[in-house]
């Protein structure tokens, strides 16, 4: 059972993004307060989960939560500020559209561009760790997917609908054989990316 918060005197927010590591797409992020009291047996970090698992526990959080929020950075100011930087905007963006301002914020991983002037603590895979972060990895994750299936009928030749962007043997091809997409993120080199340790 994943713990219900870090601290218990502020009113407290976890936040994730999912889409980091993609060649295509935005990358999006979510904040989450739970009520106190709060518990699902399922709730997990949103890699440990199946897709009928996650689109469950959406509606559970979405229906059930003190307040959610949902943002997204586009490929384009992905290029332009860089992946790590628009993961921060991103988590800001999602804790600035909650109907409930957090006073202390939780964080997966291990980097985080301070809010406002709102206390936070970075949690290396706190999605497996504190029940508002696995929260916000599956609302972040679950409508990331779904955005990345909508645009997949536009631009079928990528596989988008079952890689969601992310860096398969048949995405590199169709890149290979023809070119990029509006969606694809012009800047991205895979492996220094990744060297930007965050979660």
Known sequence: MLKPFYQNELIEAGCDEAGRGCLAGPVFAAAVILPEG?????????????????????????????????????????????ILQASFLAMHKAIEGLSVNPQFLIIDGNRFKPYKNTEHKCIIKGDGIYASIAAASILAKTHRDEYME???????????????????????????????????????????QLKLKFG
């Open 150 to 192: 909508k645009i997949h009928y536009k631009f079928p030749l990528y596989g988008w609908i079952k890689n969601k962007g992310y860096a398969t043997e048949l995405h590199r091809k169709a890149i290979a054989l023809n070119g990029i997409s509006p969606h694809h993120r012009k800047s991205f080199n895979l492996n220094e």
């Open 38 to 82: 709060y518990s699902n047996e399922l709730l997990n970090d949103s890699k440990k989960l199946n897709i009928k698992q996650r689109n469950s526990l959406r509606i559970e959080i979405e229906k059930n939560a003190l307040a959610w929020s949902v943002a997204s950075v586009s490929n384009i100011t992905i290029d332009e500020i860089n």
